[in-house]
Nanobody, 123 residues
Framework: HVQLVESWGGLVQAGDSLRLSCAIS????????MAWFLQAPGKEREFVAS????????YYADSVKGRFTISRNSAENTVTLKMNSLKVEDTAVYYC????????????????WGQGTQVTVYS
């Protein structure tokens, strides 16, 4: 069983940066994809970025390319989302998720997720 705990969301001004962290407990295989999703009020959960745990491959939603960077630290069992040049429309709850089945941008295929961390960006 895998448990995920997100942290370091917050309230920031547009243009600022944040670094979200996801602490992982339990076994993660090299084929597992770790991802960040966001969910704004009244909207469905959306894919933000993902990374393969073993041989590192990264994937991003078009809306965050060039601004967000996903990385993982296998020694500390953490996944990080560095968010630069934040926009008001980035405001959402951000979830860390794990998919044992491979690359996916669909929340429905993910096996585990945390409780989320709130990111609020004001103008």
């Amino acid at each position: 069983h895998v448990q995920l705990v997100e942290s370091w969301g917050g309230l920031v001004q547009a243009g600022d940066s944040l670094r979200l962290s996801c602490a992982i407990s339990g076994r993660i295989f090299s084929s597992t994809f770790m991802a960040w999703f966001l969910q704004a009020p009244g909207k469905e959960r959306e894919f933000v970025a993902s990374i393969r745990w073993g041989v590192v491959n990264t994937y991003y939603a078009d809306s965050v390319k060039g601004r967000f960077t996903i990385s993982r630290n296998s020694a500390e069992n953490t996944v990080t989302l560095k968010m630069n040049s934040l926009k008001v429309e980035d405001t959402a709850v951000y979830y860390c998720e794990a998919d044992r089945g491979g690359y996916s941008t669909q929340h429905s295929t993910y096996d585990y997720w945390g409780q989320g961390t709130q990111v609020t960006v004001y103008s």
